[in-house]
């Protein structure tokens, strides 16, 4: 006797996701394939975010997974290993945007263009990951401020440029205000003004968090207290040599 055919309603819904979306991924795949031999393939230019949301059948979270993995895994194709480096980064942050539009609490776009993609040692590609973390921390500055101390930490020891470390820095003091936020990040700001040997924007910036009433934690005002010394300190020995 033949078995009964099991109704589309019944099939779980991530089966159906997965099937929709390699569906859509393959089509475009052999669409760009070059058969003769292995190459390394084009990433395809992102789908409009209302076609993902269609196919993603109510669930955008397990749709945004997906594509994902299927994103990080894209520089491992059959009979070649793509470096990264040699990736398309305006269609990869493409894509990692309509990841975060599907799923705006996720995180691991953002850690994969931080600990991933940005560690490529192509300047230029750096920089492209630095800014689209940048814009995407201004969306949600206080679950994405790890991401921006990350930039931080690259623009000014491994890109050596230290406006662009400041102009992070300053916006994460500025939007990253959640009680989540721990204060050394928000003091990133002072770091980067005295190694441009901007002592007097960082003094005027400690006395404004100690005159703010902001930070309230004895440790956190003995330590800004006790940095604001130090600055004096230096500022007047360096006078008193000249």
Same mark, same amino acid.
């Given at each position: 006797m033949l078995k009964r055919e099991r109704p589309i309603r019944e099939i779980p819904r991530s089966v159906l996701i997965g099937l929709a979306l390699a569906l859509v991924l393959q089509i475009t795949w052999?669409?760009?394939? !070059? $058969?003769?031999?292995?190459? /390394? @393939?084009? #990433?395809? /230019? $992102? !789908?409009?975010? @209302?076609? #993902?949301?269609?196919?993603?059948?109510? *669930? $955008?979270?397990?749709? /945004? =997974? +997906?594509?994902? #993995?299927? #994103?990080?895994?894209? *520089?491992n194709q059959p009979g070649i290993s793509i470096p990264f480096k040699d990736l398309d980064y305006d269609k990869v942050t493409g894509w990692m945007e309509l990841i975060l539009e599907l799923d705006p609490r996720g995180q691991y776009p953002l850690l994969a263009a931080s600990r991933v993609y940005g560690e490529v040692p192509v300047e230029g590609k750096q920089r492209h990951m630095l800014d689209f973390v940048y814009r995407q921390f201004l969306l949600d500055p206080n679950r994405r401020w790890p991401w921006l101390a990350h930039a931080i930490y690259v623009a000014?020891?491994?890109? =050596? *440029?230290? $406006? +662009? /470390? +400041?102009?992070?820095?300053?916006?994460?003091?500025?939007?990253?205000?959640g009680d989540n936020v721990p204060q050394w990040a928000r003091q990133m700001e002072i770091y980067v003004l005295e190694d441009m040997g901007e002592a007097e924007g960082a003094k005027v910036l400690i006395g404004g968090l100690l005159e703010s009433g902001t930070i309230t934690d004895p440790h956190e005002i003995r330590f800004l207290t006790e940095r604001l010394k130090r600055i004096e300190e230096e500022k007047s020995n360096s006078s008193g040599d000249h």
């Open positions: 052999h669409s760009m394939r !070059v $058969p003769t031999h292995a190459t /390394a @393939e084009g #990433l395809p /230019a $992102p !789908v409009p975010n @209302e076609q #993902l949301r269609a196919i993603s059948l109510g *669930d $955008p979270i397990a749709l /945004a =997974k +997906l594509m994902m #993995l299927w #994103l990080q895994a894209f *520089d000014k020891h491994r890109l =050596k *440029d230290l $406006p +662009l /470390a +400041l102009k992070y820095a300053r916006a994460m003091t500025l939007y990253a205000r």
